[in-house]
């Protein structure tokens, strides 16, 4: 697989990277560990150096499972991970203040079995702590050698830049899709003048844009796509639109539309690496293919045309987590 650099950080990373966290939280019920260590090693085996996780993640066995996937392959690849919540848990809200951050980098050292953390993101920006604040505990851990990179994720772009002033930001992570495309309007352009990588995560709208999810399609109460209005019945329903069209494209292409969207992705900058996830060893084998399918200018053109008219339904986060993004 091709390589990428995220910004002008000089962090090399392959042109796909592997998000973790459906492995054991988000999506339902974790899947088997055995089964979870052989996806993340058949993404290695695949080509991918580039792996996301969290504390948040379970809370705390996803970073252990990557740690413990990794190990042997732990100085061929980056390991990503992320601080920002009251002890690890989404739901108890945010917690970015420097003795906490310090204490999640030694706690995500450990459950990652290494001795650095390669990418350290901001996991949601914190209202009651100073960004200055957060940036420079964040350097004094780089300066220590414990942390590589710093990275942010779903940060606004005032943010960022007060952030990048203290500790330039390596790369942020925020979603971004054929369906959701909002980071175009601020973010993606702040990010190329300050040289800043992005990584999109749900790069296939948690799973929508692969054609695999219908108005019928139930979710497990455990997954988080069960409270988001993006994907009540009538809103999927609505938006099987922009599948079919991608799936249009996608036969022209003579590929599937997870793969269309992936190298839709990747044809936006050179410093974008998506981060696809899955649980399932064909679908991961799919996702690959996507870094292989080339877009045209012709391409690329058809893909706007047949999207451009096409409204989206449905907020891709409850109400009461909307205050936690674009901050």
């Known amino acids: 697989m091709q390589k990428r650099t995220l910004g002008k950080s000089g962090l090399e990373v392959s042109a796909l990277g592997f998000g973790c966290m459906g492995l054991s939280f988000g999506f339902g019920p974790a899947i088997e560990k055995s089964e979870a260590i052989k996806i993340i090693r058949a993404a290695y085996d695949g080509g991918v150096t580039f792996f996301d996780t969290a504390e948040a993640y379970g809370p705390f066995m996803n970073e252990e499972l990557v740690g413990e996937a990794l190990a042997p392959v732990r100085d061929k690849v980056v390991i990503a991970t992320k601080f920002g919540f009251e002890n690890g848990i989404p739901t108890q809200g945010t917690n970015s203040r420097p003795e906490r951050i310090r204490a999640v980098a030694e706690a995500a050292l450990k459950r990652l079995n290494t001795g650095v953390i ?40 005032a943010n960022i830049r007060r952030a990048h002033a203290v500790q330039p930001v390596t790369a942020l ?31 296939l709208g948690k799973g929508f844009l692969t054609g695999a999810i219908s108005d019928k399609t139930e979710f497990d109460k455990s997954d988080f796509r ?50 696809p996830g899955t649980t399932k060893l064909p679908r991961l084998q799919e996702n690959l293919g996507g870094a292989q399918v080339e877009l045209t200018p012709q391409d690329l053109q058809a893909i706007h045309d047949a999207i451009s008219g096409i409204q989206v339904q449905g907020d891709r986060y409850p109400a009461h987590l909307q205050s936690l993004v674009n901050r």
């Open 118 to 157: 390669d990418l350290f993101y901001q996991h949601r920006v914190d209202p009651n702590v100073p960004i200055e604040d957060v940036a420079g505990t964040v350097k004094d851990l780089i300066q220590a050698g414990k942390v590589k990179h710093f990275g942010m994720s779903e940060a606004g772009v």
């Open 173 to 203: 992570q925020s979603e971004y899709s054929l369906w959701w495309r909002e980071p175009e309007k601020e973010i993606l352009p702040a990010l190329e003048e300050l040289g800043i990588g992005f990584v999109p995560f749900s790069p």
């Open 226 to 275: 069960s409270i988001v209005p993006r994907f009540s019945a009538d809103a999927r329903k609505a938006n099987q639109t922009l599948v079919d069209a991608l799936g249009q494209i996608a036969e022209q292409k003579r590929a599937t539309k997870a793969q269309i969207a992936l190298a839709w992705l990747l044809a936006q900058k050179p410093w974008i690496v998506p981060i």
